[in-house]
């Protein structure tokens, strides 16, 4: 099994600066993909960014290209997401997922582990 532990969500006001940290332990696989996803009040979860864990390849929603960005610190086992720009449509819980594999993708029916989520709250 492998745990993911979010972190960094907060209140912030619009056109602010939040980061968030995911830290996975537990089993380890050669191949993986991380993301963070997001869920709006009263709307679908849906995905942001993600990124192969080994070779570091990205993959950004349009909606967050050139504001938000994704990062991992293999020896720490977190990702990270840099998100700038913030706007108040964007309050949300974001969650951290992780898929076995090397195909990044933002299906998150392909996802296989889950955080349990951090609030980020944007004022305007």
Known sequence: Q???????????Q???SLRLSCAASGRT????????????P?????FVVAISWSGGSTFYADSVKGR???SRD???NTMYVQMNSLKPDETAV????????????????LY??????????VSS
Request: some cysteine; overall charge positive; hydrophobic content about 35%.
């Open 14 to 16: 619009a056109g602010g």
């Open 112 to 121: 296989d582990y889950w955080g349990q989520g951090t609030r980020v709250t």
């Open 42 to 46: 009263g709307k679908e979860r849906e």
């Open 2 to 12: 492998v745990q993911l532990v979010e972190s960094g969500g907060g209140l912030v």
């Open 29 to 40: 696989f050669s191949n993986y993909v991380m993301g963070w996803f997001r869920q709006a």
């Open 94 to 109: 974001y969650y951290c997922a992780a898929r076995v594999g090397a195909y990044i993708t933002g299906e998150q029916r």
């Open 74 to 76: 293999i020896t720490k």
């Open 68 to 70: 938000f960005t994704i």
